[in-house]
């Protein structure tokens, strides 16, 4: 594989701003006018709850029809991604760097003011930038957090469809191409069929948008997650039957860990008496759910994560490393945030925190972490 990448191809051209602005504008305007059902956020520090309306499937599904019809009628050209990845690239880092001093000035305005939802100033430029000091920054009625998630998801999906379409053309589609593009097609719809579980995670609540939220969200997702992708566009693999076998396992066990495990916090925390696996949950101090999955480890949410991590990256085999980038930062990620939500966890529960730890001793993966 040529990794000797021209210098220019990263310069942005008018034609990805426009493709960029374009998507943009699609998510905005789309998103505000499309029905989806309305779920309502945490309470926040005023005693008010944010309202998302989740309808980032019904935005996913007609965006590829629009380009699919589009690229029917040679108005788009359906490799425009692939071929134009690295100045999309650094086009969408240049416009995180724009939002995020935008998001800067109005955060250290609006603290100035004493604004009810008081933003986080440490006084500390970096720290102040890098993490952020807005906690739920909204513009024009649109919640930029989950709109950059968003954005982020559904740009990692066009990026692998251009990828395919790419293979396609160059007529080296392979199997291991089919079996990544499927495990990651079905990852990202899922996350947009559960969309409003989106609106209980750390991202969403806990998190501010600074720089590190923007560039994970639009830059990091899309062009980072998928590498295995733009891997398999210069490499071939074969894969025998039993390693397709294992590869489709491990995503499969990777997926029902992973969504039974938020599933089963999400509808614990709507109704503390709803029945996990058949029987009634263990609850400790009326609030934390010990039964299910957060009775076999504190976060195997994580452990599923991982797992369909692997099975996105074990269709490119083990002749190189490059492939295996996600799950390395994702378990890098994970073990990271694990860490901070213990900590805010201890904080906030106490010594029912204490308790679930002695019940439920292991982290992410039973007997080992
Ligand atoms: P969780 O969904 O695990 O949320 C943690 C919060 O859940 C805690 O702060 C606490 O919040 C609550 N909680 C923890 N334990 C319990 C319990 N036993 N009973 C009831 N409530 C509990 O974490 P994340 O938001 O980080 O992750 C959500 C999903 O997103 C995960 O599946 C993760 O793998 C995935 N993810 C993927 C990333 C990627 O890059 N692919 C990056 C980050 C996350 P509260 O105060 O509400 O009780």
């Given at each position: 594989?040529?990794?000797?990448?021209?210098?220019?191809?990263?310069?942005?051209?008018?034609?990805?701003?426009?493709?960029?602005?374009?998507?943009?504008?699609?998510?905005?305007?789309?998103?505000?006018?499309?029905?989806?059902?309305?779920?309502?956020?945490?309470?926040?520090?005023?005693?008010?709850?944010?309202?998302?309306?989740?309808?980032?499937?019904?935005?996913?599904?007609?965006?590829?029809?629009?380009?699919?019809?589009?690229?029917?009628?040679?108005?788009?050209?359906?490799?425009?991604?692939?071929?134009?990845?690295?100045?999309?690239?650094?086009?969408?880092?240049?416009?995180?760097?724009?939002?995020?001093?935008?998001?800067?000035?109005?955060?250290?305005?609006?603290?100035?003011?004493?604004?009810?939802?008081?933003?986080?100033?440490?006084?500390?430029?970096?720290?102040?930038?890098?993490?952020?000091?807005?906690?739920?920054?909204?513009?024009?009625?649109?919640?930029?957090?989950?709109?950059?998630?968003?954005?982020?998801?559904?740009?990692?999906?066009?990026?692998?469809?251009?990828?395919?379409?790419?293979?396609f053309q160059n007529g080296t589609l392979s199997q291991s191409m089919i079996l990544y593009q499927l495990f990651c097609g079905l990852y990202i719809l899922d996350y947009f069929v559960h969309e409003e579980y989106m609106t209980s995670t750390w991202d969403i609540i806990a998190e501010r948008l600074g720089f590190m939220l923007v560039f994970g969200d639009l830059v990091w997702i899309p062009f980072t997650f998928s590498i295995q992708g733009?891997?398999?566009?210069?490499?071939?693999?074969?894969?025998?039957?039993?390693?397709?076998?294992?590869?489709?396992?491990?995503?499969?066990?990777?997926?029902?860990?992973?969504?039974?495990?938020?599933?089963?916090?999400?509808?614990?925390?709507?109704?503390?008496?709803?029945?996990?696996?058949?029987?009634?949950?263990?609850?400790?101090?009326?609030?934390?759910?010990?039964?299910?999955?957060?009775?076999?480890?504190?976060?195997?949410?994580?452990?599923?994560?991982?797992?369909?991590?692997?099975?996105?990256?074990?269709?490119?085999?083990?002749?190189?490393?490059?492939?295996?980038?996600?799950?390395?930062?994702?378990?890098?990620?994970?073990?990271?945030?694990?860490?901070?939500?213990?900590?805010?966890?201890?904080?906030?529960?106490?010594?029912?925190?204490?308790?679930?730890?002695?019940?439920?001793?292991?982290?992410?993966?039973?007997?080992?972490?």
């Amino acid at each position: 594989m040529d990794l000797a990448i021209p210098l220019h191809a990263f310069i942005p051209s008018l034609n990805s701003v426009a493709v960029l602005m374009t998507y943009f504008l699609y998510l905005a305007t789309a998103g505000s006018i499309l029905p989806g059902k309305v779920v309502k956020g945490v309470v926040l520090q005023d005693g008010t709850r944010l309202r998302y309306r989740c309808n980032g499937l019904l935005l996913l599904v007609l965006l590829v029809a629009l380009l699919g019809i589009g690229a029917q009628m040679d108005f788009v050209s359906p490799t425009v991604i692939s071929d134009r990845g690295f100045e999309l690239l650094s086009t969408t880092l240049m416009f995180g760097f724009l939002v995020t001093w935008v998001l800067f000035v109005t955060g250290c305005r609006s603290h100035n003011q004493g604004s009810s939802l008081k933003p986080h100033v440490t006084g500390n430029l970096l720290h102040d930038w890098w993490f952020g000091i807005q906690l739920n920054p909204q513009f024009m009625g649109i919640d930029l957090k989950f709109f950059f998630v968003r954005a982020g998801m559904m740009g990692w999906l066009l990026i692998n469809l251009s990828v395919l379409a790419k293979s396609f053309q160059n007529g080296t589609l392979s199997q291991s191409m089919i079996l990544y593009q499927l495990f990651c097609g079905l990852y990202i719809l899922d996350y947009f069929v559960h969309e409003e579980y989106m609106t209980s995670t750390w991202d969403i609540i806990a998190e501010r948008l600074g720089f590190m939220l923007v560039f994970g969200d639009l830059v990091w997702i899309p062009f980072t997650f998928s590498i295995q992708g733009w891997w398999l566009l210069h490499n071939k693999v074969e894969l025998t039957t039993a390693a397709v076998v294992a590869n489709c396992l491990v995503f499969l066990i990777g997926y029902l860990v992973f969504r039974g495990a938020n599933r089963q916090k999400h509808i614990f925390k709507k109704n503390p008496k709803a029945h996990i696996w058949g029987k009634p949950p263990k609850v400790i101090g009326g609030k934390l759910l010990a039964s299910g999955y957060w009775g076999v480890a504190r976060h195997c949410n994580y452990l599923g994560d991982l797992l369909l991590a692997l099975s996105f990256s074990l269709p490119c085999g083990i002749s190189s490393p490059v492939p295996y980038f996600y799950p390395i930062y994702l378990l890098i990620l994970l073990i990271w945030r694990e860490r901070r939500d213990e900590v805010r966890c201890a904080e906030k529960y106490r010594e029912i925190w204490a308790e679930y730890c002695r019940l439920v001793p292991w982290r992410i993966l039973p007997y080992a972490y």
